[in-house]
């Protein structure tokens, strides 16, 4: 059985997360999606704001079909050591340093990494700038 593992903030949900869950999904036989801790973003992203506790978002993404186990992250470059997987499903924006410790793990260790394209026209950013300025 290939484990596939994605991981994000999922704050706002949108028809992007789910494309990428359902590609995701569509790469292995089992699909784990990694939440990151509220307190860790806030912590290294106060600019964020989340709407939604790690609990919550945590349930929302379970929710979905394509999604088969959801586990709970602070530091994206841990997460290799937390979780068993065999392909790595990461967006063409998620490169910093954690993200490369995770590819350089997946290289080491025979693990695929495959760059997810985005979902053209959303964006959890462009989501909460819209809702600001609904107010």
């Known amino acids: 059985m290939k484990r596939v593992l994605t991981v994000g903030v999922f704050d706002l949900l949108h028809v992007g997360h789910i494309e990428l869950f359902r590609k995701a999904k569509a790469l292995g036989d089992y699909l784990i999606v990694a939440v990151q801790d509220s307190d860790y973003v806030s912590r290294f992203k106060p600019e964020a704001n989340l709407v939604y506790t790690t609990e ?9 079909r394509y999604v088969d186990e959801v ?12 979780v068993n997987f065999d392909i ?4 063409p924006d998620q490169t910093h340093a954690g993200f490369q410790r995770v590819v350089d793990y997946c290289g080491e ?5 495959v760059v997810m394209p985005r979902t ?16």
């Open 56 to 64: 919550e978002r945590c349930y929302m993404v379970s929710a979905i």
């Open 120 to 135: 053209e026209g959303i964006s959890s950013s462009e989501l909460k700038s819209l809702i600001k300025c609904m107010k």
């Open 71 to 82: 586990v709970v992250y602070r530091n994206v470059g841990d997460v290799a050591d937390e």
């Open 88 to 91: 790595f499903a990461k967006g």
């Open 109 to 113: 260790t025979g693990k695929s990494v």
